[in-house]
T-cell receptor
Framework: AQSVTQLDSQVPVFEEAPVELRCNYSSSVSVYLFWYVQYPNQGLQLLLKYLSGSTLVKGINGFEAEFNKSQTSFHLRKPSVHISDTAEYFCAVILLSGNTPLVFGKGTRLSVIA | GEEVAQTPKHLVRGEGQKAKLYCAPIKGHSYVFWYQQVLKNEFKFLISFQNENVFDETGMPKERFSAKCLPNSPCSLEIQATKLEDSAVYFC???????????FGSGTRLTVV
């Protein structure tokens, strides 16, 4: 079975500073990878996904992530954060077949401080 | 529509009462998924459908939870005889190609008192 580990439960960062949210996964077979964002009292919004091709994936709101197969990682980065980026961020994986459900990490709370 | 519509947004039930949640998937999406998000932010998969057929129910508590996706009706998740531990936000998602990701609704917050 697949699993996702988000190493940091909370990440405080000053406005305009860079940020990296870490995600590692475990799977015996190849997976697709996702980052979702959840703003307070809202649903999940897809930030970006890796299906194939370039290992550097660009998403919405200036976020990007890099797939590293050898390290089984898919870390999320943004070079300069805004107050509006304060939210919960979830890394998720799914088998290429899609026959089992999307599996989520426990989330990382990003708090941007003015 | 272009969004997954979940109703109601909030639901309060006394312990032992029934709760019914609804989800209208995006038009053209044949897969529907239900997840439960508890206080620690963990997403627990409950059940999925391909059209009106159960696709995967491995996460579904057998005793009090049931779900349906019938033609020309919103999908539903029903909890009979709610317990305090059922308090959570229930998310519905839909997809045309599950491996390429899901689109989530805004959730229904169930509070059992």
């Amino acid at each position: 079975a697949q699993s996702v580990t988000q190493l940091d439960s909370q990440v405080p960062v000053f406005e305009e500073a860079p940020v990296e949210l870490r995600c590692n996964y475990s799977s015996s077979v190849s997976v697709y990878l996702f980052w979702y964002v959840q703003y307070p009292n809202q649903g999940l919004q897809l930030l970006l996904k890796y299906l194939s091709g370039s290992t550097l994936v660009k998403g919405i709101n200036g976020f990007e992530a890099e797939f590293n197969k050898s390290q089984t990682s898919f870390h999320l980065r943004k070079p300069s954060v805004h107050i509006s980026d304060t939210a919960e961020y979830f890394c998720a994986v799914i088998l290429l077949s899609g026959n089992t459900p999307l599996v989520f990490g426990k989330g990382t709370r990003l708090s941007v401080i003015a | 529509g272009e969004e997954v519509a979940q109703t109601p947004k909030h639901l309060v039930r006394g312990e032992g009462q029934k709760a019914k949640l609804y989800c209208a998937p995006i038009k053209g999406h044949s897969y529907v998924f239900w997840y439960q998000q508890v206080l620690k932010n963990e997403f627990k998969f409950l059940i999925s459908f391909q059209n009106e057929n159960v696709f995967d129910e491995t996460g579904m508590p057998k005793e009090r939870f049931s779900a349906k996706c019938l033609p020309n009706s919103p999908c539903s998740l029903e909890i009979q005889a709610t317990k305090l531990e059922d308090s959570a936000v229930y998310f519905c998602a839909s997809s045309q190609i599950p491996a390429h990701g899901y689109t989530f609704g805004s959730g229904t917050r169930l509070t059992v008192v």
